[in-house]
């Protein structure tokens, strides 16, 4: 059983008799092991050399389809040279069918190469028994997000400068699953032709949520600008409703007011008592240092008016004709993340 070895999705496909492809994204995993398979294939008939499953799926039978999977994995190839195995949603298989797939990766049928999909942790048996495994997760720095849409848009042959690159990851923020469908479309409108920001704008669609944490981050160090713009598009995002916001925000603070007056000077002490890592208790004790006991009161005073108001204390009016934002629940999240940012850009002046 040989070990796995993790690339980052693009890179070619080797000769290797199994190949894993994994993420916490279906939509981003299936996107993949298509590229994965054309690569696989090599340009072989698909009628012939491509047999296709889904391990959730049933036979006319009214049994898994393991039975077929193992017949086309252990059948050498015919009329092709090899033959392309896929097993769509192999997190859904049962032990014993893992076993069985599992048994097959040690002594993998001559010119038979098998293409397993799974939705979930890397953790799982069958990405330990293959020889590559590639990852479709994608970290949630902005470098993360531009290489990762340099090496889709390469794995559809588009040709796009780095300034291009960053202006898509940037749009796309959290929802990069996107990149895949942006790329695909290029490469129908434009082939290998260079393209610059212009080119790809029309395409790209509207901006994408952003992590928590670039809207805390803004507030921390008071920058009241980029604090409201954060906001601003999460909401447009349509993937976080005010409450929602409200809420990570309430946990930020509330983890800030806990640690005031509480004695704890280190972050190891200060991860112990919130119970999370030690890098976001740190940033929590050195903004609880920063503000101090006033004003942190005055931040969580804010944090509960906000709330009453998202629950219907005010109205300053129903759905923006042109944004269709809700403008009480833009307004209040608005008038609160610059209150926020501001009473640390004071405690900073202090």
């Not at 070990?3 to 279906?26: C, K, L, M, N, Q």
């Not at 006319?60 to 015919?78: M, N």
């Not at 749009?171 to 610059?196: C, E, I, Q």
Request: aromatic share 4%; proline share 4%; with cysteine.
């Amino acid at each position: 059983m040989s070990g796995a070895d993790t690339s980052p999705v693009g890179a070619p496909v080797t000769s290797s008799p199994s190949i894993g492809v994994v993420g916490t994204d279906a939509t981003m995993v299936y996107d993949a092991l298509r590229q994965v398979a054309t690569s696989a294939l090599g340009g072989l008939d698909p009628t012939l050399a491509l047999e296709d499953f889904t391990a959730k799926d049933v036979t006319q039978g009214g049994e898994t389809p393991l039975g077929p999977i193992l017949d086309a994995l252990y059948t050498p190839p015919f009329l092709v040279e090899r033959r392309v195995v896929v097993v769509r949603d192999a997190q859904l298989l049962l032990a014993e069918e893992v076993a069985a797939l599992a048994k097959w990766l040690e002594q993998p049928t001559p010119g038979v190469i098998l293409l397993v999909a799974i939705v979930g942790a890397k953790s799982h048996r069958l990405l330990k028994a293959c020889a590559e495994v590639l990852e479709t997760n994608v970290g949630s720095r902005a470098g993360d997000r531009t290489a990762f849409v340099a090496s889709t848009f390469a794995a559809h042959g588009v040709h796009a400068d780095s300034a291009t690159l960053s202006y898509v990851a940037q749009v796309l923020g959290d929802d990069v699953r996107r990149a895949d469908a942006v790329a695909r479309t290029l490469a129908s409108v434009y082939g290998t032709a260079p393209l610059s920001v212009t080119h790809v704008t029309p395409y790209v669609g509207d901006e994408g949520d952003v992590p928590v944490w670039d809207l805390t981050d803004a507030l921390d160090r008071g920058d009241v600008a980029t604090s409201v713009a954060v906001a601003r598009r999460m909401l447009q995002s349509r993937q976080r409703a005010g409450l929602q916001i409200l809420a990570s925000l309430e946990r930020h603070y509330l983890n800030v007011a806990r640690l005031s007056g509480s004695g704890v000077t280190t972050k190891d002490e200060a991860a112990s008592l919130l119970g999370v890592n030690a890098y976001p208790a740190s940033k929590a004790l050195s903004l609880s240092q920063q503000l101090g006991a006033t004003r942190i009161s005055t931040a969580v005073r804010w944090l509960a008016d906000a709330d009453a108001a998202l629950k219907g204390a005010v109205s300053y009016g129903g759905r923006d004709l042109e944004s269709d934002l809700d403008v009480t629940e833009l307004t209040v999240i608005e008038v609160l993340v610059a209150r926020l940012a501001r009473l640390s850009l004071d405690a900073r002046r202090r």
